[in-house]
T-cell receptor, first 110, second 119 residues
């Protein structure tokens, strides 16, 4: 089946690193995504990783993919107040469909 | 990155009326657009996939006669909620996929969403 699981909440102190974890079920997924949703807004594509990659880094964002365990993580270095949002993990098992997790709400502590 | 707009951003209507939501890809052509519905504290639920010039493909459990989708051009798709009821109140988000030559590299870009409240 198709299912994406992620924890619902994460609290991190400003300046620390945030790590959001996700597990997915479909091993045929060619792309895995991280989206950010700020309050009352749509989804912003943060980053994505192709299934034949183990890691992708883009400025403060690092994505790690463990394909064997179907585990994806997003690390945000030096977390800022502007990073407060809901982060959705998503897999794309077929070209026409993206399966989203329920989202992890990241709360930044001063 | 690519921009997708939605209009209106917020709408309040009376029960029984119909509401149309527009989704536009502003700087790229989108052969495929998607409509999602987001419930509070829940993930996005794909409602339907629309391809330009053809009928939309609805996900299981989504009433096609209630949620009319039209994708008349490569930059515009509309979702009409017909005879809206309070249970249709939700956040509706569209996304558009670019026409990348390589199928695997096509990316979905999301609109800012439309908050529908049915009284």
């Amino acid at each position: 089946g198709e299912d994406v699981e992620q924890s619902l909440f994460l609290s991190v102190r400003e300046g620390d690193s945030s790590v959001i974890n996700c597990t997915y079920t479909d091993s045929s997924s060619t792309y895995l995504y991280w989206y950010k949703q700020e309050p009352g807004a749509g989804l912003q594509l943060l980053t994505y990783i192709f299934s034949n990659m183990d890691m992708k880094q883009d400025q403060r964002l690092t994505v790690l993919l463990n394909k064997k365990d179907k585990h994806l993580s997003l690390r945000i270095a030096d977390t800022q107040t502007g990073d407060s949002a809901i982060y959705f993990c998503a897999e794309r098992p077929r070209d026409d469909k993206i399966i989203f997790g329920k989202g992890t709400r990241l709360h930044i502590l001063p | 990155g690519a921009v997708v707009s939605q209009h209106p951003s917020r709408v309040i209507c009376k029960s029984g009326t119909s509401v149309k939501i527009e989704c536009r890809s502003l700087d790229f052509q989108a052969t495929t657009m998607f409509w999602y519905r987001q419930f509070p504290k829940k993930s996005l639920m794909l409602m339907a996939t629309s391809n330009e010039g053809s009928k939309a493909t609805y996900e299981q459990g989504v009433e096609k006669d209630k949620f009319l989708i039209n994708h008349a051009s490569l930059t515009l798709s509309t979702l009409t909620v017909t005879s809206a009821h309070p249970e249709d109140s939700s956040f509706y988000i569209c996304s558009a996929r670019d026409r990348g030559i390589v199928q695997e590299h096509r990316t979905q870009y999301f609109g800012p969403g439309t908050r529908l409240t049915v009284l």
